[in-house]
């Protein structure tokens, strides 16, 4: 889902309708695992001049391990007035307090046993604050019809369907009817299978025949031009094409949105088949922003990132859903991520490498954050574009490097979506394990620095030489944030000079760590990771060769920005480390070098939090003291 919602300030008054006082939500998601409930029939009328909606939800169910009290739970916005509740067609006891919905059951199903529950209801439901359930006019590209649809993602599909709302619990299928006024016309999930004319008002019946989680369920209700194809894939199959599109728009939007059929056999080379290839897919103009609705997204416009983004939805997010919100980044980093390489394959107007870049700038525009969305930040974070949008994207470019070409990750990719996960919902482990099985490699350390681990590293990056035939490399990393982890990575150094430009992937796994390299020829300069794979907040650093001199360079150390730079030479190559000490000669750390040889040498090193005061360096090669220095720490 993109992130450019539209605000609405209409809103009509609650009073005038002797609405309730709303009682805050305080757990954004059902929670009760005592039963499931697998396929909702919803017969629905609606309006596109108002949030009101009067009708029925049957939901068959089964038990899993019922409580005592034999009561389970659903929501539902509290301003909907709840008429009456049947189970399996008799009256059914319930209560509807705040958003929540408590049903007791008549008796206690035994686990795998189905029920049916049929909850009655209607009302206005968004006002005042519209967030599930909204209507306006057709503001794009200019005021028209008026129109009304949902928006489910996140938390609010209660706020127009009674229902267990829990990305964990997908239905196994879906009938969805909407009557509403003439000529107004319902776009929805899955395949129209009638349409039924009324004197003043028509229903539209929608099936679902694929599995679909609740907050992908979706209509709109407007005027609007159908336009419509078959989209023929490469092995022969076909898929129905069907899109909503404003009157005032059909003039140039027909020919806009011949790019989803370029994108779609584009997705289904790289991941495999079109996950709903029997039903349908297609593109309903809207005045949000995008929204990836199972076999319908919803688009503001035809822009082609846009479409791109959504449309990826259909196999990551849809075909695939997040198990809990707090992996949301797996539904819109994928999307993110997807709909760049999209564009880097077309090569569109801004290249891949700058909206790479983008995304570092938006997440190193602050320090920390997770793309795992801890529980307390799910209701303000669970969209966070910084992080499980950009980030989450960043981190698969990462993995793509990880898996060392994009074959290798596109390979591990269509396994995860194509494989035993299609049509249910998973978690970041449980990606984890698919691109493990997938590639034979252990990744555990890669998840746990990127999709757990806070912030991203800050490196600083030194190279000196006794000549341009040896040169070494020093490379020190802190974390963004004080709880940001060490974060292992392979790093890739390219060496330029006259008749070679050669590019070498070292594994930096310490704070500081020192790399030597011999070359056949000279070398002059040396670029740190200059494919721009690592997020790190800098682009590509290129960094001229400091050729040792004949004499003997002084130990010193100066304070930079990032930290502190030792500088010294060596006489003779050997296992080097460095030695602190404060004033009274306590041992404060040891930094070990690894082996240097003979030569100038720049260091550079972050040190934990020190005290201000004095502080001694001495500097020993094969265990031997062949220099000293003091620096001091002030803050």
């Excluded at 408590?102 to 005042?128: C, Q």
């Excluded at 890669?446 to 806070?454: A, K, L, M, P, S």
């Excluded at 930079?560 to 080097?576: H, I, K, L, P």
Aim: hydrophobic letters at 40%; aromatic letters at 14%; proline letters at 5%.
């Amino acid at each position: 889902m993109r992130l450019a919602i539209l605000v609405f300030i209409l809103s009509l008054a609650r009073v005038s309708y002797g609405l309730p006082v709303m009682v805050t939500d305080t757990i954004p998601f059902d929670t009760d695992s005592s039963f499931d409930v697998n396929y909702m029939k919803l017969d629905l009328f609606v309006r596109p001049d108002t949030e009101y909606i009067a009708g029925n939800v049957e939901l068959l169910s089964h038990a899993n391990i019922l409580r005592g009290d034999r009561t389970i739970q659903l929501s539902l916005r509290e301003q909907l007035q709840v008429d009456t509740i049947t189970e399996n067609g008799s009256p059914a006891t319930f209560s509807h307090i705040g958003d929540k919905l408590f049903v007791t059951l008549s008796r206690i199903y035994a686990p795998g046993e189905r029920f049916i529950l049929k909850v009655y209801y209607h009302g206005f439901s968004t006002t005042p604050d519209r967030r599930g359930f909204i209507h306006t006019t057709q503001l794009m590209p200019a005021p028209g019809n008026f129109t009304s649809w949902s928006s489910s993602e996140p938390f609010n599909a209660k706020d127009w369907i009674p229902c267990k709302d829990n990305p964990a619990d997908k239905l196994d299928s879906a009938d969805l009817i909407f009557t509403c006024p003439k000529p107004n016309n319902i776009s929805s999930n899955g395949i129209l299978t009638r349409v039924v004319e009324h004197d003043t008002t028509t229903t539209f019946y929608w099936h679902e025949s694929y599995p679909i989680d609740h907050y992908l369920l979706a209509f709109q209700c407007t005027i609007a031009d159908t336009i419509s194809h078959w989209h023929h894939w490469a092995d022969g199959d076909s898929t129905y094409i069907m899109h909503w599109v404003y009157p005032v728009s059909m003039d140039t939007m027909p020919d806009r949105l011949k790019i989803i059929d370029t994108i779609l056999d584009l997705y289904d080379r790289w991941f495999g088949p079109y996950p709903f290839r029997h039903e349908k897919y297609g593109f309903a103009q809207w005045e949000g922003g995008g929204m990836e609705n199972q076999t319908l997204s919803f688009c503001n416009s035809a822009d082609p990132g846009l479409v791109a983004h959504e449309t990826a939805h259909q196999w990551f997010g849809d075909a695939i859903t997040c198990k809990t919100w707090n992996d949301c980044w797996l539904n819109e980093g994928f999307a993110t991520y997807i709909a760049d390489e999209y564009n880097g394959y077309f090569r569109h107007l801004v290249s891949f490498d700058t909206i790479m870049k983008g995304h570092e700038r938006d997440v190193t525009s602050q320090p920390g954050g997770t793309v795992h969305t801890p529980d307390s930040l799910l209701v303000p974070n669970t969209l966070n574009g910084r992080l499980v949008y950009s980030k989450a994207a960043l981190l698969l470019h990462m993995l793509n490097f990880i898996l060392g070409s994009d074959s290798a990750f596109f390979r591990c990719i269509r396994e995860y979506i194509t494989g035993p996960l299609r049509y249910h919902v998973a978690s970041a482990e449980d990606f984890r394990a698919a691109v493990e099985k997938a590639s034979g490699r252990d990744l555990k350390w890669f998840f746990n620095e990127w999709v757990y681990g806070d912030g991203y590293p800050i490196y600083s990056v030194t190279w000196a030489a006794k000549d341009s035939l040896h040169p070494v490399v020093a490379i020190s990393e802190r974390g963004s944030t004080e709880y940001s982890p060490f974060f292992t990575m392979p790093i890739e150094l390219e060496f330029k000079g006259v008749g070679i430009d050669t590019i070498v992937q070292v594994w930096d796994d310490q704070a500081l760590k020192a790399f030597q390299f011999s070359f056949s020829k000279p070398v002059q300069v040396m670029v740190f990771d200059p494919h721009n794979w690592l997020l790190d907040g800098e682009e590509p650093r290129t960094l001229a060769v400091r050729i040792s001199q004949s004499q003997a360079m002084p130990f010193t150390v100066s304070k930079e920005v990032s930290g502190y730079d030792f500088m010294f030479s060596t006489s003779s190559a050997g296992d080097t480390h460095i030695a602190i000490y404060d004033m009274l000669g306590r041992e404060v750390c040891i930094i070990p070098l690894g082996m240097l040889d003979e030569g100038a040498h720049s260091i550079p090193y972050q040190f934990p939090a020190l005290i201000n005061g004095m502080y001694i360096c001495q500097l020993f090669v094969n265990d031997r003291a062949t220099a000293s220095s003091r620096f001091i720490v002030t803050q």
